[in-house]
């Protein structure tokens, strides 16, 4: 079993920064590809970033330059450094593992709880 606990959101101002951070409990969060998720209000859910398990990261084209997301597999913990922020981004952010267990013979997926950013004046 996976848990993953999303931290760091607030209030910034336009332009400003903020660093989420998701732990994980379990042995496999350092061998899976982690990704950050958002979701504004009245949309779907998007991908924003995703890292794997090597530190290589990828990103949708809205934060590309302004979006940092890396890893500490020592910790457990991803991080995503988001600079330049815009009213644009405010959004609940989630992390997530996606994973193939052989013991379950299927896929699983985890969530952190979420949480909230907010850019404005």
Request: with cysteine; glycine share 12%.
């Amino acid at each position: 079993q996976v848990h993953l606990v999303d931290s760091g959101g607030g209030l910034v101002q336009p332009g400003g920064s903020l660093r989420l951070s998701c732990a994980a409990s379990g042995s496999i969060f350092s061998t899976n590809v982690i990704g950050w998720y958002r979701q504004a209000p009245g949309k779907q859910r998007e991908l924003v970033a995703t890292i794997t398990s090597g530190g290589s990261g990828n990103y949708a084209d809205s934060v590309k330059g302004r979006f940092t997301i890396s890893r500490d597999n020592a910790k457990n913990t991803v991080y995503l450094q988001m600079n330049s922020l815009k009213p644009e981004d405010t959004a609940v952010y989630y992390c997530n593992v996606r994973y193939y267990s052989i013991s379950d013979s299927r896929y699983l997926e985890f969530w952190g709880q979420g949480t909230l950013v907010t850019v404005s004046s």
